[in-house]
């Protein structure tokens, strides 16, 4: 676990892009359907920017298999006349597949931003961004504010938590349990809680033994010297209640906020 974790680098996640003293334009451009299953789409629509010598400094794509997929391409304009930037539009629009392109000027010099996707969803389901700021408001801030009445609510907004996402997750796995595994493992990364490693469990006895590496609420409350995980040992109790289809408590027994290197909790009935 400790090489993958090495492995992993961040995803900066952004719909702008800040360039101080760069003249940045957007371009916001609508794909037919039929676009997922064609290959070189993406060739022909970024071709128009490379053959007229206008770098790409950003571009984020939304498929969609089912109806119109739409992304975004982020160009650096600097130094050019800016009637290039328009006069792409009729090359872009003649792409095969390319059912609009609206042009996206900067906000203000160096300031660049797609007005146009809204809401944001991950798989099927509207979510929200919590930066560090806010969910350091949300966890580390509130917890010192009211004490340990508001431990006990993370707890509890966890246990929720992770009982609708095992729902979610057995939608696709079934009831399979290490498909289960498999995917909850994947996908609790990619929600960025941390990345799991479930070392064992058993079904008869209704126990488990999870590793957390990299805790986002943890990493709150570093050289605090004892555990500090109530929302997320709150998501595994629901997960795990779920999966073993029998109320259990997560104990935490190792915390990176003590100076250990993962958190680690023990999962067995109530």
């Given at each position: 676990m400790k090489r993958e974790l090495k492995k992993c680098v961040p995803f900066n996640f952004q719909w702008f892009v800040w360039l101080p003293g760069r003249v940045v334009y957007g371009f916001h451009?609508?794909?037919?359907?039929?676009?997922?299953?064609?290959?070189?789409?993406?060739e022909r629509i970024t071709k128009v920017f490379s053959v007229n010598g206008v770098p790409i400094v950003h571009y984020a794509i939304s498929f969609n298999p089912k109806t119109e997929s739409h992304g975004v391409i982020f160009a650096d304009f600097t130094g050019l006349d800016l009637t290039v930037a328009y006069e792409l539009l009729p090359t872009l629009r003649q792409v095969q597949y390319?059912?609009?392109?609206?042009?996206?000027?900067?906000?203000?010099?160096?300031?660049?931003?797609?007005?146009?996707?809204?809401?944001?969803?991950?798989?099927?389901?509207?979510?929200?961004?919590?930066?560090?700021?806010?969910?350091v408001a949300f966890d580390k801030v509130l917890r010192e504010k009211i004490g340990t009445a508001y431990e006990v609510m993370l707890y509890l907004a966890g246990f929720e938590?992770?009982?609708?996402?095992?729902?979610?997750?057995?939608?696709i796995a079934g009831d399979d349990p290490e498909r289960l595994i498999k995917i909850t493992q994947a996908l609790y990364k990619q929600v960025a809680y941390g990345i799991m490693e479930i070392k064992w469990y058993d079904?008869?006895?209704?126990?488990?033994?999870?590793?957390?590496y990299d805790n986002f609420e943890c990493e709150l409350f570093k050289e605090t010297d004892k555990p500090a995980s109530h929302f997320i040992r709150g998501t595994m109790a629901g997960w795990f209640s779920a999966f073993f289809n029998k109320e259990v408590i997560a104990i935490e027994t190792k915390c990176i906020a003590k100076g250990d290197p993962y958190c680690q909790f023990i999962i067995k009935p109530k």
């Open positions: 451009f609508v794909l037919d359907a039929r676009a997922f299953y064609r290959p070189g789409i993406l390319v059912v609009d392109v609206k042009i996206i000027p900067p906000l203000f010099e160096g300031f660049t931003i797609d007005p146009y996707f809204f809401p944001l969803i991950v798989g099927d389901e509207r979510a929200i961004l919590f930066l560090r700021r806010n969910y938590i992770g009982q609708s996402a095992f729902k979610a997750h057995r939608k079904m008869d006895r209704c126990e488990a033994m999870v590793r957390i």
